[in-house]
DNA sequence: CGAAAGGCTCTTTTT
DNA sequence: GAGCCTTTCG
């Protein structure tokens, strides 16, 4: 094997330096994950260093899968003792390992988002406020926030300024402790506990350290702060640290993921190497110049040269449709033509979109045309009721003292423990400070205990309550024996989970899903009872999106911009180009967030190889209301001479083509029945109420330039739907 | 006391 | 349009 052929220069050099910190910085399709895994086969096959001293950091655990496979090929079965995984992966390992150390219970389960949420309101509410008040998603986000800037609850309290800040700081401090209670860690406890571990033992930090002689971290633009301390931590004995990113394709800041990162990476290891990668191989000329025009226009960033010697390839069509239906509708339709053209087949393509709910109206459409599409819904597969009670039950065996999965199994099948019942269980746990399983225990065995302690339940719950109990603790006392799957099987035969699922509502389709989760746990079969359901539990938890995104299959992707990250397509969709949506509203007050939205839009246009349609409608609804938007203000970032507005894409008028207008064209000429002058109240569907600034009349149409609260915005007078007000 | 039906709010992205 | 919460009915 030559690990070296055809790579270029550049590639070479962030291959070969192995000795100290590197520093790559690689543009979209410049090869970097080839560069990564050969730079991993070569430590292995011609410096001699054997992959168990090797930690390789991903993005996703399909990242990392695809990377184990192709070091496969080029290295061999030896490749098996790398350690590789995402951050969280590799620290719910390490913790399950060593965390005794830091009082992390090696049994301890994962909570997901959801999980996290639930727990979260009630420790909202156990510390006195009122979810209503406090939403749970905002607080969570804020914890999540300390977390990962590593601050407990203490140090938060310390720093805390604002009276939100303060309501945060004790849910915060009462939220650990449930978890703590419940035996369980959220996602940010799996890396903030992790580097208390390693800080505050420097024996078992001295043994990883010893242990890994190379570290790499891919997409290093999107760490957080508590990651790079890890990797600090981890390579602080041999320095081998080398990590690969993009600053231009950072979208997770939301998730603190720090750009700072690279910054301090330069500094703390003065003296890293830095590679440039910015031949793209992918891309068309036109293509890869949209792309760099519409980064360009971020303020807080370093410029690079990204070149291409691939061919000039066509303009980017930029598309309007009338409707987010007729938007949907071009996208198969176009794709359809592509496909009779016998140019591309389904696979080829791709349709990226802002927001998840935007899939809806693709999907029904492709449903409607009969054009095969695969829509990237990996976490959602877990988010599934049948799914999540399975689990449940699985997370309760290994560790029964997760309320959160106590409570979700207890009434399901349908026993006849309802809120009450369980708000009492729950109560009296709490005040004997006992978890809901240590009191049930008490309830069914202890007869001594003086009959005030305990809560009443009449004699038909009390029964219900110790056969639940008891059918828990029968499968607990198999456990032991059996592997994942047949503990698996058992579970489902003693909950009766099956006759309850299969006469429900889509009874047929939820029992597939069950099935389909049993094969996942064949997974495991081969592992010791306990080894395998834990880390059966742990991949579905730490599950990502992209997990489960399977690029054989041939059928047009649907997916989020944010998914599409590290994918690539030779047609690509972005649909919903507009203000509002691409840049999300969310974003408008903040302009570190609006160069992030342009970060993802640039993320999106880089996946394509050779065509690209940036498809924007003229209204779209959204939450029922049908609103009308205006195109985004990254289109108006592409030269002209880089668009086509019309013609080349339909070249053969297919019966499905809507009608497609350019828009910087007029696109419904509609007569003027409104006289604006300087002073006007007016309103807006989207912006409210404002007074005209400025009036300017444009061939048949006006420019109208109106402040409205907040934000002055210039509108085109036949397009704006402005009210005016007497 | 539990299950089903209607009313309310809020909509970004996800390990 | 969906999920969550509250109310109402059995």
Request: glycine share 6%.
């Amino acid at each position: 094997m030559d690990v070296f052929a055809s790579l270029n220069p550049p590639q070479r050099e962030a291959v070969e330096s192995i000795d100290g910190p590197v520093l790559i910085l690689a543009g979209p399709g410049s090869g970097k994950t080839r560069v990564i895994t050969h730079r991993v086969a070569y430590l292995v096959k011609l410096c001699g260093i054997n992959p168990y001293h090797i930690m390789a950091v991903t993005f996703t655990n399909k990242a990392a899968r695809e990377m184990e496979e192709r070091l496969n090929l080029l290295v061999g079965s030896s490749i098996k003792d790398l350690t590789l995984g995402t951050f969280h992966a590799i620290c719910a390992r390490i913790l399950r390992r060593d965390g005794e150390a830091v009082a992390v219970d090696s049994r301890f389960v994962i909570n997901d988002r959801s999980d996290q949420i639930s727990l979260i309101k009630r420790g909202i509410q156990e510390t006195g406020f009122d979810p209503k008040q406090y939403v749970p998603e905002a607080i969570a986000s804020a914890i999540s926030a300390a977390k990962s800037h590593m601050l407990d609850p203490m140090e938060y309290r310390e720093t805390s300024h604002s009276y939100f800040e303060e309501v945060v700081g004790r849910v915060y401090e009462h939220y650990q402790q449930l978890l703590k209670e419940s035996n369980s860690l959220d996602f940010d406890d799996l890396l903030m506990k992790t580097v208390q571990l390693f800080r505050k033992n420097p024996k078992v930090l001295s043994r990883y350290q010893s242990r890994y002689w190379h570290l790499l971290v891919d997409e290093f633009q999107d760490t957080n702060i508590v990651q790079y301390e890890l990797i600090k931590l981890l390579g602080s004995k041999y320095r081998n640290i080398c990590v690969v990113g993009d600053p231009d394709q950072s979208i997770y800041s939301w998730r603190f993921a720090d750009l700072r990162n690279i910054l301090s990476f330069e500094k703390d290891y003065p003296d890293t190497k830095l590679v440039l990668l910015e031949e793209n191989y992918r891309s068309t000329k036109m293509i890869l110049e949209t792309a760099s025009h519409i980064i360009s226009a971020n303020q807080q960033r370093k410029s690079k040269d990204l070149w291409t010697n691939n061919d000039t390839g066509e303009p980017v069509a930029v598309v309007e449709t009338y409707t987010e239906q007729e938007e949907a509708q071009f996208v198969v339709s176009e794709i359809e033509r592509l496909v009779d053209l016998g140019e591309y087949n389904h696979g080829d393509c791709a349709a990226m979109y802002r927001t998840n709910a935007q899939s809806r109206a693709l999907e029904e459409a492709f449903l409607r045309y009969g054009t095969p599409y695969k829509l990237v819904v990996g976490t959602r597969f877990y988010e599934r009721r049948e799914i999540k009670d399975i689990v449940a039950y699985l997370r309760l065996m290994q560790n029964p003292d997760d309320a959160i999965s106590l409570f979700r199994t207890i009434n399901v099948p349908q026993r006849g423990i309802g809120q009450q019942t369980q708000a009492k269980l729950s109560g009296w746990a709490k005040s004997i400070n006992a978890s809901p399983y240590q009191a049930l225990h008490l309830l069914a065995n202890s007869e001594t205990k003086e009959p005030t302690e305990k809560p009443y339940f009449n004699s038909r719950t009390s029964r219900i309550l110790t056969d639940y109990l008891k059918m828990v603790e029968d499968i607990i006392a198999r456990s032991s024996e059996l592997n994942t799957v047949e503990l698996f099987d058992l579970v489902i035969e003693r909950s009766g989970y099956k006759e309850y699922i299969l006469s429900g509502q889509d009874g047929e389709e939820r029992w597939d899903n069950v099935m389909e989760l049993r094969t996942v746990a064949q997974d495991y079969h081969y592992l010791n009872p306990s080894e395998g359901l834990a880390a059966f539990l742990d991949r579905v938890t730490l599950i990502s999106d992209v997990d489960g995104y399977d690029e054989s299959i041939p059928a047009v992707t649907l997916i989020t911009l944010h998914q599409a990250k590290g994918l690539e397509f030779p047609v690509v969709f972005i649909v919903g180009m507009e203000e509002g949506l691409l840049p999300h509203i969310r974003s408008f007050d903040d302009p570190a967030q609006m160069e992030e939205e342009r970060r993802l839009c640039y993320v999106g246009i880089t996946r394509a190889k050779e065509k690209v349609y940036l498809v924007h409608a003229f209204r779209r609804n959204l939450m029922g209301r049908s609103m009308v938007g205006q195109p985004s203000r990254f289109l108006s970032d592409i030269p002209s001479y880089q668009t086509a507005t019309s013609g080349w894409w339909q070249e053969e008028e297919s019966p499905l083509t809507p009608s497609i207008h350019s828009w910087n064209k007029v696109l419904v000429p509609q007569p003027i029945e409104m006289e604006l002058k300087v002073g006007d109240h007016v309103h807006h569907s989207q912006f409210g109420d404002g007074i005209v600034v400025s009036y300017q009349p444009v061939n048949n149409d006006a420019e109208v330039v109106v402040a409205f609260n907040g934000a002055v915005k210039k509108l085109l007078l036949s397009f704006a739907c402005l009210e005016k007000l007497e």
